[in-house]
């Protein structure tokens, strides 16, 4: 009697299975947390070097401050007093760019954590 033609058939390879999505999404996250810590850390750094009582911060430094302003909150949770938007600015150049600093950062993040790779073919 002939065999059933499935009983040689090769298994059919759907979705991932559970445990690698929850490796990719761990991945993912620990990526980001320690990309946050070391802009955090730098930022602290850099905040206590760079901040004179004179400096008035232009739009190069709303960019810069926009930009790593998700990445204070490490250093505030483990209690440092952290600039994150500088009183003495230019005004209007100064928030133009911390505002864009800050889209940028958001966009990065968000494009890292949702980010999927294509399908091999």
């Known amino acids: 009697m002939a065999e059933p033609a499935h009983a ?17 999404i761990l991945i993912k996250f ?15 750094w850099a905040a206590k070097r760079f901040y004179g009582p004179d400096y008035v911060a232009g739009f190069h430094t709303g960019l810069l401050e926009g930009a790593l302003m998700p990445a204070a909150l490490p250093g505030l949770l483990l209690g440092h007093d952290l600039p ?12 133009i760019g911390y ?7 958001g966009t990065f993040f968000f494009g890292l954590a949702f980010w999927r790779p294509r399908p091999k073919r």
């Open 8 to 24: 040689h058939a090769t298994p059919v390879t759907g979705a991932p299975t559970i445990p690698s999505r929850v490796k990719g």
């Open 30 to 44: 620990v990526a980001l947390t320690l990309l946050t810590l070391a802009l955090g850390f730098t930022q602290s």
């Open 84 to 95: 994150i938007y500088a009183a003495h600015n230019d005004g209007r150049p100064y928030k």
């Open 99 to 105: 505002i864009l600093g800050l889209n940028t950062c």
